[in-house]
C-alpha cells in the first residue's frame, strides 16, 4: 500500500487482516476505501457484511447481504470471477446472512440460508458448524450434536466443531468425561494446535479445575505467544481465584502485543480499582478513554473515581458521564454515576432528576435509593429525602454490597 495505496489486494488483504484480528474499525475503514475505489468487487462487498457481523450489526448485515445476493443472481463468469468463485460467494455470503438472522431471532429464515450455504460447500465444516447453532436455537440438541459430528468427521481437529460440543452440548449434559476424550483424541492428531489447548483448558474450567486449566492455557502460550485468548482466560481464571496481581501480569502482556486495545486498559483499571490502587486505576481508564473516546465503562469509572475519591476535576467527570449517559442513557448504573457527579459538584437539582430516573428503572437497589435521598435532601425536599433513604436502609439489610447505611443514618438523623 505504500507503494500503491489503491492496490485492491492490499486493501483486501488489511480489510481481512483486522478483520481477524478483532479489530474491526480498522476493517472498515480499508473495506470502505475498496468500494470507493472497486464498486464493482464483490468480495469486498462480501467483507462488509461480514464486518457488519463483527460489529453486532445483524440488521445491517442482513440488507446487505440481500443486496449481494440479488447481484450474484445476476452475476456471469467472467475472467477474474469463475463459477467456482461465484459459488464460494455465494455460499460465504448466505452463511453471513444466515448468522446474521440468527442473531436478529428469525431462526426459519437463518435455517433456509445456512442449507442453502451448507448445498453450496457440502465439504466445509462451517457448513454443518452453523446450521448446529440453527438447531441450538429451536432446542434441537440431538440434530446440533449429529452436525457437529458431521463436521468433524470432514476434519477431527476443526476448532468450531469440537468447541461447540463441548460448550453447547457436553457441558450441558455434564459429559465432561466425553469432553477430555475428543479434545484429547484432536491433541494426538495436531498437538503443536494452541487452539487445541485452550479449549481443552475450558473442560478443566468446567470442572473448576484451576490446575489444569492454568496448565492448558500455558501450554497453548508456549505454542503461540501471541495467543491473546489465552491471555484473557488467563486473567479471567486469576480473577475468579482472586490472585489480582496475576489476573493483571496477564492483562499487561495482552497490552505489550496489542497497545491500542482499550477494553484490556479498562479491564486492568477494574482489578486496580477492586485492590483499591485507584491512582493506578484512573491511569489505566484515562489510557482506555484516549484510545477509544467510546469506552463507556473506561469513562463512567474515570467519572466516579474522580468524583468519590477525589482524583480528578468535577467538571470533567460531568463531561465524561454526560457522555456516557447519551450514548448509553438506558443504563441505569451510567445514569446513576452522572447524578451522583452532579451530587458532589453540588448540582442537587439536576442530581435528583438524573436519580429519579435511576430509581424508576431499578428501585430495588439500596445504593441507587441511598443516592437520590441524599440528592433530595441536598436540595431540601427533607420528606422525600427521609423516605428515599428509609428504604434504602430497608433494602440494604438484604444487600450486602450495600455499604453507606452508616452515612443514610446519619443523614436522617438532621432531617
Request: glycine fraction near 6%; charged fraction near 25%.
Amino acid at each position: 500500500l505504500k507503494q500503491e495505496p489503491n492496490s485492491r489486494a492490499g486493501l483486501y488483504f488489511m480489510a481481512e487482516a483486522n478483520l481477524r484480528s478483532g479489530k474491526v474499525e480498522q476493517a472498515r475503514i480499508f473495506a470502505g476505501d475498496l468500494a470507493k475505489y472497486y464498486p464493482d468487487y464483490l468480495a469486498a462487498k462480501l467483507m462488509q457484511v461480514q464486518i457488519n457481523l463483527a460489529s453486532k450489526d445483524p440488521a445491517a448485515a442482513v440488507t446487505m447481504a440481500n443486496e449481494l445476493v440479488e447481484r450474484l443472481g445476476k452475476e456471469a463468469p467472467s475472467g477474474e470471477t469463475s463459477p467456482q468463485m461465484l459459488a464460494e460467494l455465494r455460499s460465504k455470503t448466505l452463511m453471513a446472512r444466515g448468522i446474521a438472522q440468527l442473531q436478529l431471532g428469525k431462526t426459519k429464515q437463518a435455517r433456509e440460508d445456512l442449507t442453502a450455504a451448507r448445498d453450496l460447500a457440502p465439504n466445509a465444516p462451517s457448513s454443518y458448524n452453523n446450521l448446529a447453532l440453527a438447531a441450538l436455537a429451536e432446542k434441537k440438541m440431538d440434530e446440533a450434536t449429529a452436525l457437529y459430528e458431521r463436521a468433524l468427521a470432514i476434519d477431527s481437529t476443526d476448532f468450531d466443531a469440537l468447541n461447540g460440543l463441548i460448550n453447547n452440548v457436553y457441558s450441558k449434559q455434564n459429559r465432561l468425561d466425553l469432553a477430555h476424550t475428543r479434545v484429547d483424541q484432536a491433541i494426538g492428531a495436531k498437538s503443536d494446535s494452541p487452539a487445541l489447548h485452550y479449549l481443552k483448558a475450558h473442560v478443566f474450567g468446567f470442572e473448576q479445575n484451576a490446575q489444569g486449566a492454568e496448565a492448558e492455557l500455558r501450554r497453548a502460550l508456549e505454542l503461540d505467544p501471541n495467543y491473546l485468548a489465552a491471555y484473557f482466560d488467563l486473567a479471567a481464571l486469576f480473577v475468579n481465584t482472586k490472585q489480582q496481581d496475576r489476573a493483571i501480569a496477564e492483562y499487561r502482556k495482552i497490552v505489550e502485543r496489542r497497545p491500542d486495545d482499550a477494553s484490556t486498559y479498562t479491564l486492568i483499571g477494574m482489578l486496580e480499582d477492586s485492590r483499591q490502587n485507584h491512582d493506578a486505576a484512573i491511569e489505566n481508564y484515562r489510557k482506555a478513554v484516549a484510545l477509544d473516546s467510546s469506552a463507556a465503562i473506561a469513562a463512567n469509572n474515570l467519572a466516579w473515581s474522580y468524583a468519590v475519591n477525589g482524583k480528578g476535576n468535577l467538571d470533567e467527570a460531568i463531561a465524561l458521564a454526560q457522555g456516557v449517559v447519551q450514548r448509553h442513557p438506558d443504563v441505569p448504573g451510567f445514569a446513576d454515576t452522572l447524578g451522583w457527579v452532579y451530587y458532589k459538584k453540588g448540582l442537587h437539582a439536576p442530581a435528583v432528576e438524573q436519580l429519579q430516573k435511576v430509581v424508576a428503572k431499578a428501585g430495588d437497589s439500596a445504593g441507587y435509593r441511598f443516592h437520590l435521598g441524599m440528592a433530595l435532601a441536598g436540595k431540601g425536599d427533607k420528606a422525600a429525602a427521609r423516605r428515599e433513604l428509609e428504604e434504602a436502609l430497608r433494602l440494604g439489610e438484604k444487600q450486602p454490597g450495600f455499604t453507606d447505611a452508616e452515612e443514610a443514618r446519619r443523614t436522617l438523623a438532621t432531617l
